[in-house]
C-alpha cells in the first residue's frame, strides 16, 4: 500500500476491528496473568495501529477523512470500555469476565466476516474471491488457537477460535470445490 499508493484493496474494518480486538485481550491477558499472551497482543495492537495509522495517513493525503475518523472512534470505544470496567464495575473477577467476553466477541465477528464470501463461493458454484494462502493459514491459526485454549481450559480463548474453524473450514471446501479467483499481483 505504501510503495504503489493502492488504497482499494486494504481491508480497513478487518484492521479496525482487530486492533480494538487486541487491545481488549491486552488487558483480558494481563488481568488472567498470561505474559506471553500479553507480549503477543501487545505487539499485535503495534502492528495493526501501524497499519490503521498508514492508511489514515494515506487517506488524509488524498482528502479523505472518515478513515481517520473511524479510527478515533475506534480509539474512543477502547476507552469507554476501559472506562466502564475501571469505573462502573470495579469487581475484579466479573472486569476480567467482561473483558474476555468482549473480546471474545469481537473474534467471533472478525472469524464470521469471511463466511458470506465463503457460503456465496460454495452455493454459486464461482470461485472464492479471497486469497488462498490467507484463507489456509486462518484455518491453521484457528485451530492453533483453539488447541492452545483447549489446553488451558480457558473458554475466552477455545470458544471464539471454535467459530474460526467452522468459517476456515467452509472458505477450505470453497476452495477445494470452486478455486480462487484472486490472481496473484506482481
Known amino acids: 500500500m505504501w510503495k504503489t499508493g493502492d488504497m482499494t484493496k486494504f481491508p480497513f474494518y478487518m484492521f479496525l476491528i482487530s486492533d480494538i480486538n487486541t487491545v481488549i485481550m491486552s488487558y483480558y491477558t494481563y488481568r488472567v496473568?498470561?505474559?506471553m499472551l500479553v507480549c503477543l497482543n501487545v505487539a499485535g495492537t503495534a502492528l495493526q495501529a501501524g497499519y490503521l495509522l498508514t492508511f489514515s495517513y494515506m487517506s488524509y493525503k488524498r482528502n479523505r477523512?472518515?478513515?481517520f475518523v473511524q479510527c478515533l472512534l475506534g480509539v474512543a470505544?477502547?476507552?469507554l470500555a476501559y472506562a466502564y470496567l475501571r469505573v462502573v464495575v470495579r469487581e475484579p473477577t466479573r472486569i476480567t469476565d467482561?473483558?474476555?467476553l468482549t473480546g471474545s466477541s469481537m473474534i467471533c465477528i472478525?472469524?464470521?466476516m469471511p463466511?458470506?464470501?465463503a457460503l456465496k463461493a460454495l452455493s454459486s458454484k464461482r470461485p472464492l474471491e479471497a486469497d488462498a494462502l490467507l484463507t489456509v493459514?486462518?484455518?491453521v491459526l484457528a485451530l492453533l488457537w483453539l488447541t492452545y485454549g483447549m489446553l488451558l481450559g480457558d473458554f475466552y480463548i477455545w470458544m471464539p477460535n471454535s467459530s474460526g474453524v467452522a468459517a476456515g473450514l467452509l472458505g477450505v471446501c470453497a476452495l477445494l470445490?470452486?478455486?480462487t479467483s484472486r490472481k496473484k499481483e506482481q
Open 33 to 35: 496473568s498470561a505474559w
Open 65 to 67: 477523512v472518515a478513515p
Open 77 to 79: 470505544v477502547v476507552l
Open 98 to 100: 467482561l473483558a474476555g
Open 110 to 112: 472478525m472469524q464470521a
Open 115 to 117: 463466511l458470506p464470501t
Open 137 to 139: 493459514l486462518g484455518l
Open 177 to 179: 470445490a470452486n478455486g
